[in-house]
């Protein structure tokens, strides 16, 4: 006999700390496959209509919940079957529509419509690289600006740094953003005139930041990520480099997800400004066991105005991520 959703519910909180979300629909636990330190943090979803299981944050994913259900006990997982049946019909494709319908995972679908609406980037953009010898004063100007922000050619070419004469991008340094798969997801542009007042010196492609891993297709995941604040302080930093288009790193980004997934090695190089947010991300990435460094970039205003050697400099001396490292920050704001 088909159980109901209350059935299942039942059965599930009589040996699990769940959390039923508001539609009634979706059953969160802690997840026993990325087995995160803190069993409160329940990112697993269980899809009690559907009869499918994922995590959000290790992407873990299924229809066998007695499978899933083992991990926690093997007597449960096989009462399990009389509540959860595997819907062999179409399995994939109602796999795939299930969980497009999660509310803890809606996002992802909003993410794709909302970058093919709003990202307006310049159809007439050129890479800089490939335009030394401009005749056009504006592509000159523009050339001489990214000279003096420490741009060398060799960041030229991997930040695909470059211009468009369009009136919205026209006198900026433009620098776009690919995906994995080498689509653009994120631009920004930098007027060049500082002193320009009748408008803002930033102009930013209109997406969800957290869906947006920036320039992904330079990223080895296997490697040490050097995390900056901006586009702009990627010019000082090694290759292996991303940004986080502000000053926080939360569980609801997708790079915070990525570098969880792959384990990666963090170097975090905020401006010395927001050490205490340098403190919280490093704080929640080493509570999923993430190794975090944290330079020390009190030698400049920002990253943005060091040279590319006093950042190696700081990259080289940069501290590890410790509870210790964190109480004694705390004594010294006191």
Same mark, same amino acid.
């Given at each position: 006999?088909?159980?109901?959703?209350?059935?299942?519910?039942?059965?599930?909180?009589?040996?699990?700390?769940?959390?039923?979300?508001?539609?009634?629909?979706?059953?969160?636990?802690?997840?026993?496959?990325?087995?995160?330190?803190?069993?409160?943090?329940?990112?697993?979803?269980?899809?009690?209509?559907?009869?499918?299981?994922?995590?959000?944050?290790?992407?873990?994913?299924?229809?066998?919940?007695?499978?899933?259900?083992?991990?926690?006990?093997?007597?449960?997982?096989?009462?399990? &079957?009389?509540?959860?049946?595997?819907?062999?019909?179409?399995?994939?494709?109602?796999?795939?529509?299930?969980?497009?319908?999660?509310?803890?995972?809606?996002?992802?679908?909003?993410?794709?419509?909302?970058?093919?609406?709003?990202?307006?980037?310049?159809?007439?953009?050129?890479?800089?690289?490939?335009?030394?010898?401009?005749?056009?004063?504006?592509?000159?100007?523009?050339?001489?600006?990214?000279?003096?922000?420490?741009?060398? &050619?060799?960041?030229?070419?991997?930040?695909?740094?470059?211009?468009?004469?369009?009136?919205?991008?026209?006198?900026?340094?433009?620098?776009?953003?690919?995906?994995?798969?080498?689509?653009?997801?994120?631009?920004?542009?930098?007027?060049?005139?500082?002193?320009?007042?009748?408008?803002?010196?930033?102009?930013?492609?209109?997406?969800?930041?957290?869906?947006?891993?920036?320039?992904?297709?330079?990223?080895?995941?296997?490697?040490?990520?050097?995390?900056?604040?901006?586009?702009?302080?990627?010019?000082?930093?090694?290759?292996?480099?991303?940004?986080?288009?502000?000053?926080?790193?939360?569980?609801?980004?997708?790079?915070?997800?990525?570098?969880?997934?792959?384990?990666?090695?963090?170097?975090?190089?905020?401006?010395?400004?927001?050490?205490?947010?340098?403190?919280?991300?490093?704080?929640?990435?080493?509570?999923?066991?993430?190794?975090?460094?944290?330079?020390?970039?009190?030698?400049?205003?920002?990253?943005?105005?060091?040279?590319?050697?006093?950042?190696?400099?700081?990259?080289?001396?940069?501290?590890?991520?410790?509870?210790?490292?964190?109480?004694?920050?705390?004594?010294?704001?006191?």
């Amino acid at each position: 006999m088909k159980k109901t959703i209350s059935e299942k519910v039942n059965f599930l909180e009589s040996f699990l700390d769940t959390s039923l979300s508001n539609d009634g629909v979706n059953i969160n636990i802690w997840c026993p496959f990325c087995r995160h330190e803190n069993k409160n943090k329940k990112k697993l979803s269980i899809h009690l209509k559907n009869n499918i299981f994922h995590c959000w944050l290790c992407e873990k994913k299924g229809s066998n919940i007695s499978y899933l259900i083992s991990k926690f006990s093997s007597k449960k997982a096989e009462e399990a &079957k009389k509540y959860f049946s595997v819907n062999t019909n179409n399995k994939s494709q109602d796999l795939f529509n299930a969980i497009r319908n999660l509310n803890n995972f809606s996002f992802d679908s909003e993410e794709n419509e909302e970058c093919e609406e709003l990202i307006n980037f310049p159809d007439d953009f050129k890479l800089l690289a490939n335009n030394f010898n401009s005749t056009n004063p504006d592509v000159r100007d523009i050339f001489r600006y990214a000279l003096s922000r420490g741009i060398d &050619k060799h960041k030229l070419w991997l930040l695909r740094v470059g211009f468009s004469l369009q009136s919205e991008f026209r006198r900026s340094l433009i620098l776009p953003s690919l995906d994995n798969n080498g689509l653009i997801n994120f631009y920004t542009s930098r007027r060049i005139d500082v002193d320009t007042s009748s408008s803002f010196k930033y102009n930013n492609a209109k997406v969800q930041k957290k869906n947006v891993i920036f320039n992904e297709i330079n990223i080895n995941w296997s490697l040490p990520l050097t995390i900056v604040e901006g586009p702009l302080d990627l010019i000082k930093t090694n290759d292996n480099a991303t940004c986080l288009l502000g000053s926080s790193l939360t569980e609801d980004m997708k790079l915070f997800r990525k570098i969880i997934n792959n384990n990666t090695e963090v170097n975090l190089a905020l401006d010395s400004d927001v050490y205490y947010k340098s403190i919280a991300i490093a704080d929640l990435l080493s509570s999923y066991n993430i190794n975090v460094k944290i330079l020390d970039t009190r030698c400049a205003e920002d990253v943005g105005d060091m040279t590319k050697k006093q950042f190696q400099s700081c990259l080289e001396t940069a501290i590890i991520y410790s509870k210790e490292a964190k109480l004694l920050s705390k004594i010294a704001a006191l």
